[in-house]
């Protein structure tokens, strides 16, 4: 029964899918569709037993976030410009970039770049991690296609090294133990004690993968976080610089734009009239005016939730 259940729920999701890549992937093939919609729901179906609400949205969130990373970074890419990607991106992380400079500048070989040895970290992390063993093994079974399998293990080799780990991404783990092993084969020596130090912290052990699950509720909330705040911004500043064009088109008054910019800026009437030179009052009726054109004039074209927290309920205070 319970099987049943599992495969009901794996091919319910596996439906959803296949009509959403039709829908935005109608330039590739159905059994590139086919190959995407097995390696989203993957190898095992046993994960969709006996869900509940919350967690049957973090299991569709983990496969959303995959698919964006599949589409917005590799899919219809070439090999040699979706690698080149991946490195650019991971190598851009603070954390890890100034991991691996600090150990460059430590080392004898002070000729490598960054870039050098974060390949070698990614490269030792396809052979040696479990994790990403089994991502290659299943890659290779959901298609024959090389050019979409490259895509596909790119984009899980992505989503692995950034899951978050102890507010770090997983990379950073790795390659710390990439340095242990590197220091006892010899490869590349490092002082004594500045090598205490690189690897001083705790270290996510390499057979760990399954308490770091794909399901990682942690990893999902903290990308759909981030994704919503980044739009929340861009909505913000559109929003805005339309609102500020309105005042000015409306001519209602010289100061409005000014006074906009510095209460979103979180400044009090007090300081906003310091700045601007103006009466106190007469930046409390200022801003009635603002929040008046804003609210029932403005708003109602644009955005009007958005605009009444600005401008709306936040003016009675």
């Not at 993968?209 to 909330?221: K, P, Q």
């Amino acid at each position: 029964m319970m099987l049943a259940e599992q495969m009901t729920l794996a091919e319910e999701f596996s439906n959803e899918w296949r009509s959403r890549l039709k829908a935005e992937l109608p330039e590739q093939s159905a059994a590139c569709h086919e190959s995407i919609v097995r390696w989203l729901i993957g190898e095992d179906v046993s994960r969709f037993a006996d869900l509940n609400p919350t967690q049957r949205q973090i299991v569709e969130q983990a496969m959303d976030y995959r698919y964006r990373i599949l589409r917005q970074r590799y899919l219809g890419m070439s090999p040699e410009r979706a690698y080149k990607g991946l490195i650019q991106r991971l190598s851009n992380l603070f954390l890890i970039r100034n991991k691996i400079r600090t150990w460059i500048a430590l080392s004898r070989d002070r000729q490598r770049s960054v870039v050098d040895v974060l390949e070698e970290v990614i490269q030792e992390l396809l052979q040696n991690d479990r994790y990403m063993q089994q991502q290659v093994t299943w890659i290779a079974r959901c298609t024959r296609d090389t050019r979409l399998r490259n895509a596909l293990l790119l984009a899980s080799t992505e989503e692995y090294c950034l899951r978050p780990i102890r507010n770090q991404p997983l990379l950073c783990y790795r390659f710390v133990n990439y340095l242990r092993r590197s220091q006892k084969g010899g490869m590349t020596q490092v002082p004594a004690d500045d090598f205490i130090r690189l690897v001083s912290q705790e270290v996510a052990p390499d057979d760990s993968e399954g308490a770091v699950s794909l399901l990682d509720a942690r990893a999902v909330s903290e990308y759909q976080d981030a994704q919503a705040a980044e739009e929340q911004q861009e909505l913000r500043n559109t929003v805005q610089q339309r609102f500020e064009a309105y005042l000015l088109e409306k001519k209602v008054d010289p100061c409005a734009v000014d006074w906009l910019r510095l209460y979103l800026q979180g400044r009090s009437q007090e300081a906003i009239a310091k700045e601007l030179n103006m009466d106190v009052k007469q930046v409390y009726r200022l801003r009635e005016k603002i929040s008046y054109h804003a609210t029932r004039v403005f708003a109602p074209k644009a955005q009007p939730d958005l605009v009444s927290t600005w401008l709306g309920n936040e003016s009675e205070s």
